[in-house]
């Protein structure tokens, strides 16, 4: 399994950028997906995810009303629409995959996902 994210780069407060997250090897449609976060310094995050079937999106508090995930099931990849971009939201930026989730479910523990990209840096400037 390969989770390919990418879409990172630097930009001002107040702009914005979409990060996407192509899997292969993944039972793609089958699979929660989820963007997590770690600013230096600090432990990793929970971000945005969502379930199966588009049906259920959840967001950490931080990001609600910036951020918007979405999934292509047709594409095998994950998209994270990040809006309103702050200082604070520097980090380098994950997509993970819960394989073993139930429909209708999403989860924010990093524990629960089995599958892990690299990363792409994310750094706003003030």
């Known amino acids: 399994v390969q989770l390919q994210a990418s879409g990172g780069g630097l930009l001002q407060a107040g702009g914005s950028l979409r990060l996407s997250c192509a899997s292969s090897?993944?039972?793609?449609?089958?699979?929660?997906m989820g963007w997590f976060r770690q600013a230096p310094g600090k432990e990793r995050e929970f971000a945005a995810a969502?379930?199966?079937?588009?049906?259920?999106?959840r967001y950490a508090d931080p990001v609600k009303g910036r951020f918007t995930i979405s999934r292509d099931n047709a594409e095998n990849t994950v998209y994270l629409n990040m809006g309103s971009l702050k200082p604070e939201d520097t980090a380098v930026y994950y997509c993970?995959?819960?394989?073993?989730?139930?429909?209708?479910?999403?989860?924010?523990?990093?524990?629960?996902?089995?599958?892990w990209g690299k990363g792409t840096q994310v750094t706003v400037s003030s």
């Open positions: 090897g993944l039972a793609f449609i089958h699979s929660a």
């Open positions: 993970a995959a819960d394989s073993k989730v139930s429909s209708g479910i999403v989860r924010r523990s990093t524990q629960a996902y089995d599958y």
């Open positions: 969502i379930s199966w079937r588009n049906i259920i999106t």
